[in-house]
C-alpha cells in the first residue's frame, strides 16, 4: 500500500466530507483525510512506546514516519476521549470528524500493516480502542 492509496482508504472510511477546519480554512476530503491521519499518527506516537512506534513507521508508506516520530520512549498512559480530543486539537476538527478519523486510520493501519505489527500496537492501547475498530456510525 502506498501513500495515496493509504489517505484514500482513510478518505471513503472516516466519510468526513470536504469542510472547514476550526480555524476557517476550507480542506478538500483528501486534505482532511490527510490531516486526520497526520493528528492521529502523532497522537499514537505519544500512547504507544518509542520503540512500537519506530516499528509500526517503518511498516508504513514514506510519508507518514515523521508523525510517528516518538518525543519519548516511556508511553503515556490516556484513554480513547483523551486520545481523540488530541487528534481533534490537531487536526483542528469537532470531535465526531476526529473519531471518524481515528477509527479510519486504525482500520487502514490493521490492513497497512502485518497482523503481528498491529497487534503489538493494540497490546499496549486499552480495549476501548480494539471496540471503536468494530463499530459503524
Known sequence: MDHDQFIELVRERAGVPAS???D??????GEMAENLTQATLQVLSQRISGG??????VQLPPGF?????????????FDL??????VAERALVDFAAARAGVR???QTLREAVTGDE?????DQLPGEYTV?????D
Do not use: C, K, W, Y
Open 20 to 22: 472547514r477546519r476550526l
Open 24 to 29: 476557517g480554512i476550507a480542506l478538500t476530503d
Open 52 to 57: 512500537e512506534a519506530r516499528d509500526l513507521s
Open 65 to 77: 514516519e515523521e508523525a510517528l516520530r516518538p518525543e519519548h520512549e516511556q508511553a503515556e498512559a
Open 81 to 86: 476521549e483523551v486520545f481523540i480530543n488530541r
Open 104 to 106: 479510519a486510520v486504525f
Open 118 to 122: 498491529f497487534e503489538d500496537v493494540l
Open 132 to 136: 471503536m475498530l468494530g463499530e459503524t
